[in-house]
């Protein structure tokens, strides 16, 4: 069994940053990609940014150059460096993990960020 933590969310002013931080645990023997979703209510859940095992990354457009993904493979844990937040970053973050081609998912952690 393998489960998925997620912690740092809260509430921001825009402009501020705050820290995502996601570590896996149980039956692990390597984790492949791992990357960081979001979902707005209304809308469907996007890839946010995503890192694999080798530490090649790719981001959204909007959020480029503003969020930094980065992991630590002995940890197993990924972390999401958010900074200068906008009002439209508001939303449920999930972290994923991709072990043994299956997909495994956080519960998820809000982040809010006000005018």
């Known amino acids: 069994q393998v489960q998925l933590v997620e912690s740092g969310g809260g509430l921001v002013q825009a402009g501020g940053s705050l820290r995502l931080s996601c570590a896996a645990s149980?039956?692990?023997?390597?984790?492949?990609?791992m990357g960081w979703y979001r979902q707005a209510p209304g809308n469907q859940r996007e890839l946010v940014a995503a890192i694999t095992s080798g530490g090649s990354t790719n981001y959204k457009d909007s959020v480029k150059g503003r969020f930094t993904i980065s992991r630590d493979n002995a940890k197993n844990t990924v972390y999401l460096q958010m900074n200068s937040l906008k009002p439209e970053d508001t939303a449920v973050y999930y972290c994923a993990a991709n072990i043994r081609n299956y997909d495994y998912w956080g519960q998820g952690t809000q982040v809010t960020v006000s005018s």
């Open positions: 149980g039956s692990i023997f390597s984790i492949n990609a």
